[in-house]
């Protein structure tokens, strides 16, 4: 009888940046980052180039992410993490295989939780302040959330100066930890989350909690898959 040692995890993007040398810079990011994660075997990829106006966006990379995880579901993974802050396509993905799919908002936002009744939750754009507070009211967590703040800056600004977004998330790190409101920081946004963990040890513990959100999320994914 074969044992299995790792969960195998997709840590699907479901979006692409603007440049596309970026698409796979991100994949190699957080694939260095998690390549010693115990017991998991991570595997950073994205989704094809694909064409939508605003109108239909939404419909057209659901659909796209949905087929992705069909894929991988017939690749062999044990899960999926898609990995965007707006959880998108999940309950269609979650309906159309059989492999666990993981929203990382709806899943870290619970975690968050577990550590203290209230977290702080910072973005990217400042368009993805409204739709994330949208989701953590439809998730339950309206009432454990102190708010959400953006760092202005978008994908491609992010990975082109990862010190420099990481700057940024510590100076609101500071401020939530003075306002003394929150336990916790969710980085609700996964190239925050890479660009602040390169950086991470260069910057002052404030006092208050900075989750790993992206770490957290694989790892959810590893123990839904067992």
């Known amino acids: 009888m074969n044992v299995k040692t790792k969960q195998r995890v997709l840590f699907l993007t479901p979006f692409n940046f603007n440049d596309e040398r970026f698409d796979d810079e991100f994949d190699a990011l957080v694939q260095k980052q998690f390549e010693s994660l ?8 994205h989704v094809n180039r694909f064409d939508a106006d605003d109108d239909s966006y939404e419909s057209v990379q659901e659909q ?16 999926v993490v898609i990995a965007c802050y707006y959880d998108p396509a999940v ?9 666990p799919v993981i929203g990382p908002l709806q899943l870290v936002a619970g975690m968050a939780t577990q550590y203290g009744p209230k977290f702080h939750l910072i973005t990217d754009i400042d368009e993805a302040v409204e739709p994330t507070e949208q989701l953590l009211t439809s998730y339950g967590f309206s009432n454990a959330s102190t708010g959400v703040t953006a760092l202005g800056i978008d ?5 082109s100066d990862t010190r420099a977004a990481a700057e940024r998330a510590d100076r609101i790190i500071q401020e939530v930890a003075e306002a003394g409101e929150a336990q916790s920081v969710i980085i609700g946004c996964t190239i925050v989350s890479a660009a602040y963990e390169k950086h ?5 513990d404030h006092g ?5 959100s992206n770490k957290l999320a694989l790892e959810g994914a ?5």
């Open 91 to 99: 309950p269609a993905a979650r309906s159309a295989a059989p492999v």
């Open 155 to 159: 994908g491609d600004t992010i990975l």
């Open 64 to 79: 796209i992410v949905v087929d992705a995880v069909k894929n991988a579901d017939a690749d062999g993974f044990d899960s």
């Open 208 to 212: 208050v909690l900075v989750l790993n």
């Open 38 to 45: 115990p017991g998991v075997e991570v595997v950073a990829d």
């Open 200 to 204: 991470r040890d260069e910057f002052p």
């Open 222 to 226: 590893a123990i839904l898959s067992r």
